[in-house]
């Protein structure tokens, strides 16, 4: 993917010390390193295994703290960090490696209860996140450099609110993550991600999106993904899994089969395929008035995402589609 911004693209010192999570609607980003690679756990209980995985030249290993390993639901926190720097790359902010966002705005974007039970499990989340480092080759912004890090470098709460509920809080990325953003080595998620509660449908999901992305699908053996998605399951448990997924379809985006020889089929669904063939075409001063719209927003992303909407609503013919999606923009910025 080619970068408009590398990673030596560091504020210089005493400029962008910090950067205020305050983009409403960013679009979801995950980085391209863990889409590819396992670095989460699976488990719901704490998991102090420590993780050695090998592939195609990338050697990894995952060292929990007492805590236990990151999780995958964890990640996102990570994937709303990933979400706010990239909105504000697009739209020319200044950003910065330390993040100060509202524990409320976090949790609603990733679609979690907002109860004082939600805000205990977001610290342990940070706790783990901080505690679980990364020992790891894999190149992240055009650089290769074998080194250990955690998953976040520190976090801190800046306020509580009387009652002892985190309010605000500060994060700092590793540098090897940053580097990830800063060189936009990101994928954009469905916002229906944050919907899928088991945690092998999240990693299967970021799995056929990292390697469908616009291919109509793609085919791995069993064995692969079972190693790529990191899932301690043994094969046949995991073989049941998958088919259980196969029968209840509840990837956004992708549907799975199996194939003879023990090969699953990714594919787009039908209405995501449609959409790009056949929805009506943009101009591409459209596509800027929805950035005025909402600022920071991956308008490139809104219009797939309105495309999608357009075919599962009936694909209707549309007079004035520009206008048609601009009112569809003007919605979303008021939701």
């Not at 295994?49 to 703290?65: D, F, K, M, W």
């Not at 979690?112 to 901080?130: N, V």
């Not at 790529?228 to 049941?240: L, T």
Request: glycine share 6%.
């Amino acid at each position: 993917m080619a970068a408009e911004l590398t990673a030596g693209a560091i504020p210089p010192e005493g400029q962008g010390d910090f950067f205020l999570c305050d983009i409403f609607g960013a679009i979801p980003k995950n980085d391209l390193a863990s889409m590819e690679h396992p670095l989460f756990s699976l488990g719901t209980r704490p998991d102090r295994r420590i993780l050695n995985y090998q592939h195609n030249g990338a050697e990894i290993t995952v060292t929990p703290s007492v805590k236990g390993l990151a999780t995958i639901h964890d990640k996102d926190i990570l994937i709303f960090c990933i979400s706010q720097l990239m909105a504000a790359l697009n739209a020319g902010r200044q950003v910065s490696r330390t993040l100060h966002l509202k524990a409320h705005d976090l949790l609603v974007a990733c679609n979690r209860e907002t109860s004082g039970d939600a805000y205990r499990r977001l610290r342990e989340a940070f706790e783990r996140l901080a505690g679980t480092r990364i020992t790891t080759n894999i190149v992240t912004g055009g650089q290769e450099v074998t080194t250990g890090f955690g998953l976040i470098e520190k976090w801190e709460i800046v306020r509580k609110a009387r009652g002892g509920k985190m309010v605000s809080v500060a994060v700092t990325l590793s540098d090897w993550l940053y580097r990830a953003v800063l060189s936009k080595s990101v994928l954009t998620l469905s916002r229906d991600y944050f919907r899928l509660r088991k945690p092998l449908e999240r990693r299967i999901y970021e799995l056929a999106r990292k390697h469908c992305g616009r291919q109509n699908s793609w085919q791995v053996s069993v064995e692969t993904l079972l190693k790529k998605s990191g899932s301690a399951s043994p094969r046949r448990v995991f073989r049941k899994m998958i088919r259980d997924m196969i029968e209840a379809q509840p990837l956004p985006d992708y549907a799975l089969e199996e194939l003879e020889g023990d090969v699953i089929r990714f594919s787009q669904k039908a209405a995501v395929t449609e959409a790009v063939l056949n929805a009506p075409s943009l101009k591409p001063a459209t596509l800027e008035e929805a950035r005025a719209l909402i600022p920071g927003a991956d308008a490139y992303a809104l219009e797939a995402e309105w495309r999608a909407m357009w075919v599962r609503t009936g694909s209707p013919r549309l007079r004035m589609p520009d206008a048609a999606f601009l009112g569809w923009v003007r919605k979303r910025a008021a939701e």
